[in-house]
């Protein structure tokens, strides 16, 4: 089961960090007049896009105790972030990132303008405009994102794989653990994984979409 | 002596559905005077009251109130919306759906203020009894009274309403009239309000300001504006027109573009149909929610249009129906 536990660990964490990270940088792009914001827009979308081993190989570069970045950490830091569990957080936090920004944005621009605007001729600064009145409006955005994100670190490969290198008890999470068992014929193995992941996100998706529509029949309510 | 409360000199390019146009205004308020801003859409009402909030910046110009610097493109002083003591009434009311009536007053407060303004206020607006409920809940006028009280609440120099009571009957519109009326005298407020109600603005204005094409083209008290060159009547009516039909009950029709163009006809040919120009009709003049009927001449009518923003006045003779600019 340590696959699965450590599975739920990186889930856990990346979801975590991911919402800290997204909801400012949602915030900025939804609101701010910064030009270039489509570009940051663009990268924070390309995991979307491209095929997890690239990004996965790109990382294992970077952080390869080989090369400037990787170096910098080992020698000043002392961090390897190299098949060790911090570099598959990190690798999960960017191949994951759109799928936390893009609801959280997507809840901001559905939200009227007047709103914010209200609150600042009431003489409110952003942070509390988006604590009080921002954040509380689009909770189901929120939600998404965070079960979004959830189930992707789950079931991410092709990243942990490059980054990870597959280390049992280490960096071998399940989605790994399924393909190795099935290489070494071990079908029944494989099957209570893959049932656990399968009845797991099943249960969790449809909970998301049970909370929305409870969301949205309050939101017609009040 | 009296000083202006409100200095503005602002210029902003528009970008409207009918190309750029510039708006370009300068005007002062003193202190305690309710300001309308009249004028037909697309003038640029709205931005005016977004600029002087600080939610739109000009391109050029000077904004000042109380004595305080809010914008000067030539200084580079520009002052938040949030730090400028500005209560605003948006046209979509613009409440927070997630806090009930009480606590979208309540948000207006600033640190450590006294929470019995916001009681005081929700019992000016007849709002107590709602107070635990969210706005997605309330009706277009209960909604409207928690966005007047929240920006009362909000303590401001300068109260911006846009368009308030466009949305609402007749009856809420009076009602609410009067809180407005109320709250802007009770907390000694200057006011600017924009609307397009010609009974509104006569009875909430001391002073109005006509709007078109971005420059503002009137200045004055509602009557001087409204009513022209009408003097010695003494009574005056300002309404809209809904229909206009013959008097004669056999024709018995609306006035029609064939029927108005022989009424035309006969006007600048008088042999063409003789008949025409002796007929009488009946104008009949929306006033607040009353319908007023008004008999006038083939001459009287000409150029009065279903529709039209009228002044009816009644002097001596019979009352006439003067067109509005």
Redesign the interface.
């Known amino acids: 089961m340590a696959p699965l536990w450590l599975s739920f660990k990186l889930s856990l964490i990346t979801t975590a960090i991911l919402l800290l990270i997204a909801i400012p940088l949602a915030n900025w792009l939804a609101y701010s007049r910064f030009r270039l914001k489509l570009v940051a827009e663009a990268v924070i979308s390309l995991p979307l896009v491209l095929p997890p081993t690239v990004l996965g190989f790109y990382l294992l570069l970077a952080f390869s105790p080989s090369n400037a970045f990787g170096k910098f950490l080992d020698q000043w830091l002392g961090i390897r972030l190299v098949f060790s569990f911090p570099g598959l957080v990190i690798a999960s936090l960017l191949y994951s990132l759109p799928f936390m920004v893009n609801p959280i944005l997507a809840g901001f621009r559905g939200l ?1 303008p ?2 914010r ?9 952003g942070a509390v405009t988006l604590v ?2 921002l954040l ?2 689009i909770r189901a955005s929120l939600l998404t994102g965070i079960v979004l994100s959830f189930a992707h670190t789950l079931g991410e490969f092709g990243v942990v794989l490059m980054i990870g290198g597959n280390i049992p008890g280490k960096t071998r999470v399940a989605s790994l653990a399924i393909y190795d068992e099935v290489q070494s014929m071990n079908y029944h193995a494989a099957n209570r994984y893959a049932l656990i992941l399968f009845a797991f996100s099943f249960t969790i998706l449809l909970g998301v979409y049970l909370i929305n529509h409870h969301f949205s029949k309050a ?4 | 002596m009296t000083t202006n409360f409100l200095t503005c000199r602002a210029t902003k390019m528009l970008h409207t559905a009918n190309g750029n146009q510039p708006l370009d205004v300068s005007f002062e308020l003193q202190k305690g005077r309710l300001l309308t801003i009249y004028g037909p859409s697309g003038a640029g009402k709205t931005t005016l009251l977004r600029i002087l ?3 739109t910046d000009l391109d050029a110009g000077h904004i000042e109130t109380n004595g305080e610097t809010w914008r000067d493109t030539q200084r580079k002083i520009h002052v ?5 003591s ?3 009434v ?1 046209q ?1 009311f ?6 009930t009536v009480k606590e979208n007053l309540e ?2 407060l ?1 640190k450590g203020e006294d929470r019995r303004l916001v009681t005081e206020l929700m019992e000016l607006m007849e709002l107590s009894s709602l107070q635990d409920i ?4 309330l009706s277009g006028g209960q909604q409207q009274r928690v966005a007047l009280g ?2 009362i609440a ?1 303590r401001p120099g300068l109260l911006l309403l846009d368009e308030p009571l466009s949305a609402l009957d007749d009856d809420m519109r009076n009602k609410l009239q009067e809180h407005i009326l109320q709250a802007h005298r009770q907390y000694q407020l200057t006011t600017i309000l924009v609307s397009h109600s010609l009974p509104e603005i006569f009875r909430l204005s001391d002073e109005v300001i006509c709007l078109e094409e971005g420059r503002i083209t009137k200045k004055g008290a509602p009557a001087t504006i409204f009513l022209r060159g009408s003097a010695g009547e003494q009574l005056t009516l300002p309404g809209e027109i809904i229909e206009i039909i013959p008097s004669d009950p056999s024709a018995d029709r609306t006035l029609e573009a064939p029927f108005a163009s022989t009424v035309e006809g006969a006007l600048t040919n008088p042999s063409s149909d003789p008949d025409a120009l002796q007929k009488t009709f009946i104008v009949s003049v929306l006033c607040a929610n009353l319908i007023v009927p008004v008999i006038a001449t083939a001459e009287e009518i000409k150029g009065l249009n279903k529709g039209q923003k009228v002044m009816i006045t009644s002097g001596s003779f019979h009352p006439q129906i003067i067109p509005l600019k």
């Open positions: 009227p007047s709103l605007e209200a609150a600042s001729t009431l003489g409110k600064p009080k009145i509380p409006n939101n017609a309510l009040t | 909030a600080g939610l938040p919306a949030r730090k400028r500005v209560g605003m948006f979509d613009a409440l927070f759906p997630n806090l948000f207006a600033q969210r706005p997605g809940r929240r920006a909000r």
